[in-house]
T-cell receptor, first 113, second 113 residues
Framework: EPEVTQTPSHQVTQMGQEVILRCVPISNHLYFYWYRQILGQKVEFLVSFYNNEISEKSEIFDDQFSVERPDGSNFTLKIRSTKLEDSAMYFC???????????FGQGTRLTVV | GNSVTQMEGPVTLSEEAFLTINCTYTATGYPSLFWYVQYPGEGLQLLLKATKADDKGSNKGFEATYRKETTSFHLEKGSVQVSDSAVYFCALFSGAGSYQLTFGKGTKLSVIP
């Protein structure tokens, strides 16, 4: 069964460092997403990506965040200068078309120290 | 804006007990409603969905009915099993120019033998 894969599963980084979280969405899907979940809180939308550009982003997704789909298979989330409050579980998701099932990866737990 | 409110957890039930997890929503337009489940150590998986009022989604013995008049989508199961222990997320997709799923905070269910 096709699945969304994320790497790494856990990343620890120092405050101020750049991190790149990687995702391989399902190959024929068209819509790609990043969500995050701070421990014990709700799953929050960060950004959606369609047709090689950002289609929607939340107020969390400020200038410190960027996304890229460099080679038609990987979908990355970069945080330029991490803050303590960026510590969370980050989920990648992909969808074939809008309003269909979103398939989620297992998540990357980011810990900023 | 769109929002989803779920009952607070954690919920602990004995095997074969009846389960209800309440979910209410506010949304623009005519949203589609979803329940996602996250088993320990795994990503979010779609459990069931309903796309219009009075639709009933069902899967693995779980059911939820889209109630437009009460803006609710409560999850029910007649007889839970230990293997149902997981975190359950209610979510909506509103369309209306939005590309994102909006999630509730999640409800952790523990089923004890």
């Amino acid at each position: 069964e096709p699945e969304v894969t994320q790497t790494p599963s856990h990343q620890v980084t120092q405050m101020g460092q750049e991190v790149i979280l990687r995702c391989v969405p399902i190959s024929n899907h068209l819509y790609f997403y990043w969500y995050r979940q701070i421990l014990g809180q709700k799953v929050e939308f960060l950004v959606s990506f369609y047709n090689n550009e950002i289609s929607e982003k939340s107020e969390i997704f400020d200038d410190q965040f960027s996304v890229e789909r460099p080679d038609g298979s990987n979908f990355t989330l970069k945080i330029r200068s991490t803050k303590l409050e960026d510590s969370a579980m980050y989920f990648c998701a992909s969808m074939w078309q809008l309003n269909t099932e979103a398939f989620f990866g297992q998540g990357t737990r980011l810990t900023v120290v | 804006g769109n929002s989803v409110t779920q009952m607070e957890g954690p919920v602990t039930l004995s095997e074969e007990a009846f389960l209800t997890i309440n979910c209410t929503y506010t949304a623009t337009g005519y949203p589609s409603l979803f329940w996602y489940v996250q088993y320990p150590g795994e990503g979010l998986q779609l459990l069931l969905k309903a796309t219009k009022a009075d639709d009933k989604g069902s899967n693995k013995g779980f059911e939820a009915t889209y109630r437009k008049e009460t803006t609710s989508f409560h999850l029910e199961k007649g007889s839970v099993q230990v293997s149902d222990s997981a975190v359950y997320f209610c979510a909506l997709f509103s369309g209306a120019g939005s590309y994102q799923l909006t999630f509730g905070k999640g409800t952790k269910l523990s089923v004890i033998p």
